[in-house]
């Protein structure tokens, strides 16, 4: 379960949109250690020189990335007026649950707080970095004093953004889960939906239910 990542400022989030919309598909590598995101001049951190970052947890209200369309239909190539940015708060809220539910379960994704969004109403979270939970290690919080889970800080070498598959409705939103592949599983049980833009027809698939498009690279 994620529940804290480093996102991005306004501005950031603008720039990421203007170069995603730039109306042409993105040229994939032909192999892996292309993985460097050429096609994108994606923004290092604006904060970098003071050491300041944007930490988010839920109930935050940060900027995400959100389609103009309907995700249900699905778009063939993202041409500018197709995603903007929306400054949300992180996870839905219930009758039943005094807590936001700010992670969603990919496989209870047709549950009815979720459906609706999940076919119409996916989004984009991009951030720097996030955290995961172990599944069965603890630690003692320095805070508190208490026992807590251990977190794992997850990056991927040379991409300075990470995009995190989400939905949202209304002014909230939530990530994406599913169960960790082998590389992540030694560490935790479940992991984030992440994507490469680059890679176009993973990140496409996103914004169409037709083919979720549901894949943890690694």
Not at 82 to 90: I, Q, S, V
Not at 113 to 126: D, F, Q, T
Not at 192 to 200: A, E, I
Request: proline share 7%; with cysteine.
């Amino acid at each position: 379960m994620c529940a804290h990542y480093v996102g991005l400022s306004d501005e950031e989030i603008n720039l990421l949109i203007a170069q995603l919309t730039g109306g042409r598909p993105v040229a994939e590598p032909e192999s892996p250690e292309e993985y460097s995101q050429q096609e994108f001049d994606y923004p290092e951190p604006e904060d970098a020189s003071t050491e300041r970052r944007i930490d988010v947890y839920p109930k935050s209200v940060v900027p995400v990335i959100v389609p103009t369309f309907d995700t249900a239909v699905g778009v063939d190539r993202l041409v500018p007026g197709a995603l903007e940015r929306a400054d949300l708060e992180w996870g839905y809220s219930s009758q039943w649950n005094p807590q936001p539910i700010f992670n969603t379960r990919i496989e209870s994704a047709d549950k009815p707080i979720w459906r609706a969004s999940m076919e119409h109403e996916r989004c984009i979270i991009a951030c720097r970095w996030f955290y995961e939970s172990s599944g069965t290690e603890t630690r003692i919080s320095e805070c508190t004093g208490r026992t807590i889970k251990q977190q794992y800080m997850f990056t991927i070498p040379r991409m300075p953004v990470i995009f995190i598959g989400g939905i949202h409705r209304s002014h909230e939103y939530s990530m994406v889960t599913t169960r960790a592949n082998a590389v992540f599983g030694q560490l935790v049980f479940r992991i984030v939906v992440t994507s490469f833009p680059h890679l176009w027809r993973c990140f496409s698939a996103w914004w169409s239910v037709s083919d979720r498009g549901l894949v943890i690279w690694s």
